[in-house]
């Protein structure tokens, strides 16, 4: 496994306490700066030897690039990710508010807290680590796939075509009866402004893939995934399932899996690589 940290962040002896570091003591890690300085350490010395190669930029425009974010790419332009919070919102848990049980008790609660969403999403501005994907996709064209976690629609606004909202969009609503998404903004904040269905007068959902609900393009994520030479996870906790086991489908077939993120996720140990940061910096230096 490689970790990557930004220069002028590097402090690689800090990392020989981590748990990673101490469960793995049979495989040998790479602690590397983005600049100048590479730091390749031996478990079996417990030494860390100072090497010089550099991360060369654009390694990932030669490749089928298959491209997973998570929330935590959207947290860097100001919204909310709500299992970081406490997984509250108005004092209501989230899956009080995101399940198909929370619609069908209170619909009215339910389009309150997506009315929020839509407004905060709205508001949002994408990042540079949106507009470095969409800078990646113009250069790989059809190979590069992109498939989101996230409902809001800042890999669009960043620039991004080719993007797969895996759990739904905030901005599409779909008949209850009909089961057919269309485009909306609206905002429904009380019982007497929810929305119904044109055609057969039905209630209007989110279309959203709540908890308990199946992830939305499976097969379309599989048969990518199948095609790409790198997978490059951004931003996720590795905690949601089935996104979170991507990483090990790629590591049967053989592909490069890279990640990207502040913190790292909890199936950190599936990775080739680990870039620690935020997107928005150590995106644009790697493509």
Known sequence: ?????????????????????KSAVSADFTIRAFSHHIFQFHPATAIIYLCTSPLLPGSLQA???????????????????????????NGHRVDQVATPEAWEADPALVWRFYSMRRRDAMAAEPNAAHRALAAIEHSLADNFYLFTQNVD???ERGGSIRVHHMHGSLFHSRCVACDLPFPDQGFYEDADSLPRCALCGSPVRPHIVWFGEITLDMDEIYRQLDRATVLLVVGT?????????LVNIANRRGIRTLYVGPEEPLNASAFDEIFLGPATEVLPKVV
Do not use: K, Q
């Open 1 to 21: 496994m490689h970790y990557w940290c930004p220069e002028g962040d590097l402090n690689p002896h800090d990392l020989l306490g981590s748990a990673d570091f």
């Open 237 to 245: 906790s590795g905690s949601v399932y089935p996104a979170a086991g």
């Open 153 to 155: 629609d800042l890999h």
């Open 63 to 89: 490749t089928v690039s298959f491209v997973l974010t998570g929330a935590g790419i959207s947290a860097e332009s100001g919204l909310a990710t709500f299992r970081g919070s406490g997984g509250l919102w």
